[in-house]
């Protein structure tokens, strides 16, 4: 079951694209916590998109229902909270899986953090920039390297977290 996050509609204003390779994927800002539409996370990682098939195994508090205004008249997106793309994407064998992870941890989760906001992000191809990986930690060596990354940013994220560093 997916549950209904909001009643009140998004306006398209409030919906911040970025580019990951050769697809947009729009993040909504609720309570200061970036949400990702679920379809175009799907996109990104090269899956068929259907709601229930796609994202019916991520518990119901990491996704829910938006409504959004669109040119087209308000419609309902399916969107996942942080926890919910970490759990999408550790779960994911798709080769588009790591890069899209260190795209997302490395660049965009950051500049929201840092800012509390993520307006300044722009939709145009950017020219491409090594990701800010945390370092290695030998605790997760045993890990896939997926698995690794995400352990690595969570632990990176904490450490800032405790130090009082948003940047």
């Known amino acids: 079951m997916i549950s ?13 694209p970025f580019n990951f390779e050769s697809h947009q994927v ?4 609720r309570d200061g916590e970036p949400w990702f539409v ?4 799907a996109d ?26 669109t040119p087209r008249g308000n419609q309902e997106m399916h969107i996942l909270s942080e926890p919910g793309l970490w759990f999408i994407l550790g779960r994911s064998d798709k080769p588009k899986a790591l890069p899209f992870q260190k795209k997302v941890a490395g660049e965009i989760l950051p500049a929201i953090r840092k800012t509390g906001q993520h307006e300044h992000l722009i939709a145009t191809p950017q020219p491409e920039q090594p990701p800010i990986v945390p370092p290695e ?31």
């Not at 679920?38 to 996370?41: F, I, Q, S």
Request: aromatic fraction near 8%.
């Open 26 to 29: 729009r993040v909504i800002t």
């Open 38 to 41: 679920a379809k175009d996370v």
């Open 4 to 16: 209904q996050c909001s009643t009140s509609p998004t306006s398209s204003s409030n919906l911040t």
């Open 137 to 167: 930690l030998p605790m997760y060596a045993g890990l896939p390297k997926g698995v690794q990354s995400i352990f690595n940013f969570i632990s990176a994220a904490e450490a800032a977290c405790l130090k009082g560093d948003r940047s």
């Open 44 to 69: 990104c990682l090269g899956y068929r998109w259907g709601a229930i098939r796609t994202i019916g195994h991520v518990p119901d508090e990491w996704k829910g229902v938006e409504s959004a205004s």
